[in-house]
């Protein structure tokens, strides 16, 4: 198995903390500070600049956890392949995180129509009221629902990456190994069958002259054969009945 890779699992859970903390504190903490300004015209302006400050680190932590994301999947492809339920949390791992790239690029993207829509009067970031602009009021709706996705799916994966983490448990990883072998409960019995089989193909008849071929001759033959030599070995046996009486 891998060794140790440090600098890919810092990368991979360091960009994972910035991405699910800052997403987190960017719908608490800039949204709803933002809404506590008085004049309703430079609430989007504000929430737009904090937004655009953190655009740069956000893109690098999402940058970082991606190449640790893809190296862990390299270095860890053998344990991928060899243990059970492994393959399994990697698919999900990645379908949460493409989810989380799209979620996030969608809502930069609504980010920058509300920052370029000016000042226009809103009740919150994500709040419009009557005098809002109809465009700019259906960007901040779909932005109310979207800045809580980004945290729930980072969030997810978090919780994903300590599942995979406990995977890597030198009991877990024997375990699952074995359960991709075929488990710990059918070996017994598949072993149990081998030795029956094993019997009965060593098995002869206890006779004195007329000791029968061993199945294990019989059944490696052509089936035609085989028919023969079983058919041929009634005549044997009536003969000898008779010359005996």
């Known amino acids: 198995m891998s060794e140790r890779h440090s600098a890919l699992r810092s990368m991979h859970d360091l960009g994972l903390a ?8 960017g719908a608490f903490g800039v949204n709803g500070a933002a809404g506590k300004i008085k004049d309703a015209t430079q609430r989007l302006p504000v929430a737009s600049a904090g937004w655009s400050r953190w655009t740069p680190v956000n893109a690098a932590a999402i940058g970082a956890h991606l190449a640790g994301a893809v190296g862990e999947l390299v270095t860890e492809s053998p344990r991928v392949a060899a243990q059970a339920g492994v393959a399994r949390a990697t698919v999900v791992k990645t379908g949460l995180t493409l989810g989380a790239l799209a979620v996030t690029g969608y809502s930069r ?41 980004v945290p729930a799916l980072t969030g997810a994966l978090v919780v994903v990456t300590a599942y995979m983490s406990e995977q890597q448990k030198p009991g877990q990883v024997w375990r699952g190994m074995l359960n991709r072998a075929g488990g710990m409960k059918s070996a ?29 001759r019989l059944m490696g033959m052509k089936r035609p054969a085989a028919l023969g030599r079983l058919a041929g070995l009634g005549p044997i046996k009536r003969s000898m009945a008779m010359s005996g009486r």
């Open 18 to 25: 910035a991405w699910f903390g800052g997403s987190l504190m």
């Open 109 to 149: 993207l609504l980010g920058m129509r509300l920052q370029r829509a000016g000042n226009p009067p809103v009740d919150g970031v994500t709040e419009p009221n009557h005098l809002t602009p109809v465009q700019v009021a259906a960007s901040q709706r779909q932005m109310k629902m979207l800045q809580w996705a």
């Open 188 to 216: 017994p019995k598949g072993m149990a069958k081998v030795a029956v089989v094993g019997r009965l193909t060593g098995m002869k008849r206890p006779s004195g002259t007329n000791r029968q071929m061993p199945m294990n």
